[in-house]
């Protein structure tokens, strides 16, 4: 997986969602049928054609399976998992901004707000973070990966307290997928 494939895979899943993301990684990964994680569970899109039968979904036409684990994953899939997270992050953050932006008093919108603010900046900064670690990477050792996934659940579940209530549906559900992709492709580290 180059590294142009490796971006543009973070701008499907903040332009699309992640449905389409996971079908650019399959489509365009050398992994033969579903690549499961160290945790036994993968994350595949409703349109993929190896999608075990028994997976269910867990929204957006994306889908959870359980199976065996599949033993090392290749780094462009590992490094693919985390950009679409990384693109998930992004199309929350973006949800956040339309919402806040639209939301309190006709004069003075949420995002108007000085805590707002803050919790905008450092959910951004969270994520530049994030793609200067992963720009150009073609390799990461399994800590980093680690340490990546942990990074970006931290960063949606700030952005994810800005939409209140309304984070349980709508673009709270990328935070969902999102989860599971880290829960299935997060590598064990001791």
């Known amino acids: 997986m180059t590294a142009v494939f490796a971006d543009s895979v973070v701008d499907v899943a903040r332009e699309s969602g992640a449905a389409a993301a ?37 929204g957006e036409s994306v889908l959870l399976a359980r199976g065996r684990p599949t033993g090392p994953l290749p780094d462009g899939w590992t490094l693919g998992v985390l950009r679409l997270r990384l693109g998930l992050s992004e199309r929350l953050l973006a949800a956040c901004v339309e919402h806040l932006g639209g939301r309190g008093p006709a004069e003075s919108p949420l995002l108007q707000r000085q805590l707002v603010q803050d919790t905008v900046a450092d959910v951004l900064i969270g994520q530049l973070e994030i793609r200067a670690v992963l720009s150009g990477a073609r390799h990461l050792a399994p800590p980093m990966v680690a340490w990546l996934h942990d990074s970006l659940s931290e960063v949606d579940i ?30 064990e580290v001791g």
């Open 22 to 58: 996971l079908a650019r990684l399959r489509a365009d990964s050398v992994w033969d049928g579903v690549p499961f994680g160290p945790s036994g569970y993968a994350v595949v899109a409703d349109s993929d054609t190896d999608r075990p039968v028994d997976a269910e979904s867990i």
């Open 158 to 187: 700030r952005a994810l307290r800005l939409l209140g209530a309304s984070g349980f549906t709508g673009a709270g559900r990328q935070v969902t997928i999102s989860e599971a992709l880290a829960a299935a492709y997060r590598p």
